[in-house]
């Protein structure tokens, strides 16, 4: 089972809407999390990093953490079409980065 | 900005032959990666260095070897392709540190789309 897992797999959200993606692991060693995007035939990039319980917001972009339960959110509000993406979540653990296989974002004009 | 190039950055190889997927950065990180990532999925790792001459199994390394001659160059070497390693080939570079949070962002190359037939 993958140690860290990605819900849902993927999504369509209306120009203008708002998008939620989920990432949750299984791994306890587990200590912070980055959000990555990737625009399709690039490469991945990091867009937002969150390592405290909590939230952290930058522009259109807020993530949420609760480190007990390990799992942490991405939420776009006024989602762009440039938005569309595979988005993918990355954990650190032992000093590693261990990633999930993504949630692919669709969004509808 | 931190700097990662590839090459080649297509390769067409024939099953049984052998390919070599190159990595530079510029960004003087000690740790490099190379992953492969499938058609709509995540990023599996393959093989990781901590610096020059190290090199480090990932998750799926059977079938591929790594070198890491310099700080700034790290090879991906396919001595017998076969079409299961038709892919698309990252490296990255980044230092998720002992220490601060700082050492947590990779920087990835344009990646390589490598076609065995």
């Known amino acids: 089972q993958q140690k860290v897992q990605q819900s849902p797999e993927s999504l369509i959200v209306p120009e203008g809407g708002m998008a939620s993606l989920n990432c949750t692991s299984s791994?306890?060693?587990?200590?912070y999390f980055w959000w990555y995007r990737q625009h399709s035939g690039k490469s991945p990039k990091m867009l937002m990093s969150i390592f405290s319980n909590g939230e952290k917001e930058e522009g259109r972009f807020t993530v949420h953490l609760n480190k007990a339960s390990l799992h942490t959110s991405l939420h776009i509000r006024d989602s762009q079409p440039s938005d569309s993406a595979l988005y993918l979540c990355a954990a650190r653990s032992n000093y590693q980065l261990i990633w999930g296989s993504g949630t692919k974002l669709i969004i509808k004009p | 900005e931190a700097a990662v190039t590839q090459s080649p950055r297509n390769k067409v190889a024939v099953t049984g032959g052998k390919v070599t997927l190159s990595c530079n950065q510029t960004n003087n990180h000690n740790n490099m990666y190379w992953y492969r990532q499938d058609t709509g999925h995540g990023l599996r790792l393959i093989h990781y260095s901590y610096g020059a001459g190290s090199t480090e199994k990932g998750d799926i390394p059977d079938g591929y070897k790594a070198s890491r001659p310099s700080q700034e160059n790290f090879s991906l070497i396919l001595e017998l392709a076969t079409p299961s390693q038709t892919s698309v080939y990252f490296c990255a570079s980044g230092d998720v540190g002992t220490g601060g949070v700082n050492y947590a962002e990779q920087f990835f190359g344009p990646g390589t789309r490598l076609t065995v037939l």
């Open positions: 791994d306890r060693n587990v200590d």
